[in-house]
């Protein structure tokens, strides 16, 4: 069932998204970030939220010693 949610959310957000950065007010901004939000508490604890933080991490990690 989470995992439904999240892709309604997904969809929800590239929805919202898609729609020109003139047009939306300061709460369209603030909804949207609290569905994004919403949408990585509800990723974060399943097997896809973790290879994507795996991914992140070593790009991350990455990018920081290619810094040094």
């Given amino acids: 069932m989470t995992l439904n949610v999240a892709v ?8 919202r998204l898609r729609r020109r950065t003139e047009a939306r007010s ?3 901004e603030r909804l949207t970030v609290v569905i994004v939000l919403a949408l990585g508490v509800l990723i974060a604890p ?23």
């Fill in 8 to 15: 309604l959310l997904a969809v929800i957000i590239v929805w």
């Fill in 26 to 28: 300061r709460f369209d």
């Fill in 46 to 68: 399943t097997p896809a939220g973790q290879g994507i933080m795996n991914i992140i991490g070593q790009f991350a990690n990455g990018v920081t010693q290619d810094s040094r």
